[in-house]
């Protein structure tokens, strides 16, 4: 195979169409669905009123976890469909479901309102809002992949992990905004529901884009039963979807706790001014916008494999989670706080990229979008969506708020062992 020319007729100019118009909506999807995580403490008095606020944060936070449950459910819906019928297709459906979770969050009246109705509307909203996301991110970074070069698919994939990073950059900015121009009541009362309002903007955005998009066809149809891809990849693949998502892990649990979980647990638990503790996010989705194209161009400089750098990156943001986390708790002024938090992004930032090209490259391409989508899915169910709720059901247990960095360490050793025993595919496949 040629390695300098883009795969199905993309050439360059399309090909760069194709990775702005996907990771766009890519990153509108991901903005309505995490913004939740930076408005909890303000969403659980609104919605979960309770005499204890740790006990408010952790009834929000466990609806967070709600979007995150039903995920693998709509990446198995979603991700078969883009097997099967095609990876555009299944990205334009998740479109409006999005918009229709995130309208529900935006417009609910408060419990004090209209009283059990409200949390049941709110957690059908995320439910909503992890179905059609479930699917989205998996179908997404295989459409990109397959439309390019080999020798170009570091590049091309890491756009994906900037959309997310600018979606948390997005979100942040606003709390940040909001927080400095708003009084407390103000953004208590209804100011949270601003940046929910901006992320319905996906609608007409998402539609308009990915309806000019071209399909690119699936690369690998031989010996595919074209009706059940889902059976084949539980058959032959189990191993790898499951390797798959604890790879994954290893960056999803330290972005969930130090990015989105950060505004809570400075102010809640450190006792931190909400000012400093969205500065912080936003310098750690800063890091996750700006660092996944140099660590793409270094994954596609790389000579024979790509397993080296994500065991680095795994391997250090696990020595350095607790003396970085010490050094928060122990923070009497911004400063340690931020530099703590951006040296944990800027080392996750760097092996985003190369975890997800790996976990692509894992699968043949004709169960690639159902198996990415279902391990990544996976990964952030039961890891990601739940890490907020298990650091603070911890902390509230253990009065340490250190609890937080074991948690860390843990799920990046249980995601460098699985980088080992994944079997790096050649790179000409």
Known sequence: ???????????????????????????????????????????????????????????????????????????????????????????????????AGTA??????????????????????????????????????????????????????????????????????????????????????????????????????GIYVRRHLREAPVLDTKGRDAATPLAELCREHGRTVLLAALIRMGSTVPVYIVVYYMPSYLTRVMHMPATIAFQSSTLSALMLTIIPPLSGLLIDRLPRRRKPLALFTSGCTALLIYPTFLMIVRADSALPILFGAGLISALVALGAAVGILLVLE???????????????????????????????????????????AWYMVLTCLLSFSAVVLLKEQPRET
């Open 104 to 205: 529900l969050i935006a417009i609910c009246p408060p419990f004090a309102m209209i009283g059990v109705a409200a949390p049941l509307i709110v957690i059908s909203g995320r439910a909503l809002q992890g179905f059609a996301v479930g699917g989205e991110l998996g179908v997404a970074a295989t459409y990109v992949m397959e439309a390019g070069p080999v020798s170009r698919r570091g590049r091309l994939v890491s756009w994906q992990s900037v959309s997310q990073g600018a979606a948390a950059l997005l979100g942040a900015s606003l709390g940040a905004l909001l927080t400095s121009v708003m009084s407390p009541a103000d953004l208590a009362s209804w100011g949270w529901r601003v940046p929910f309002l901006v992320g319905l903007l996906i609608v007409p955005v």
């Open 1 to 99: 195979m040629n390695q300098e020319h883009p795969i199905d007729g993309f050439d360059r100019r399309e090909l760069r169409k194709l990775v702005v118009a996907t990771s766009l909506v890519s990153g509108l999807e991901t903005f309505d669905f995490t913004v939740f995580a930076f408005f909890a403490a303000m969403i659980g008095d609104q919605f979960f009123p309770a005499e204890d606020p740790m006990t408010s944060l952790l009834l929000a936070v466990g609806t967070f976890g709600v979007g995150f449950l039903i995920r693998p459910l709509g990446a198995m819906m979603i991700g078969t469909y883009a097997d099967r019928v095609g990876r555009r297709a299944a990205m334009t459906a998740t479109i409006t479901l999005m918009g």
């Open 362 to 404: 894992a699968f043949p391409a004709r169960v690639r979008a159902s198996g990415t989508a279902i391990s990544h899915a996976l990964n952030v169910a039961l890891f990601g969506g739940t890490a907020q709720f298990i650091v603070t059901g911890i902390i509230k247990l253990t009065g340490d708020p250190m609890s937080a």
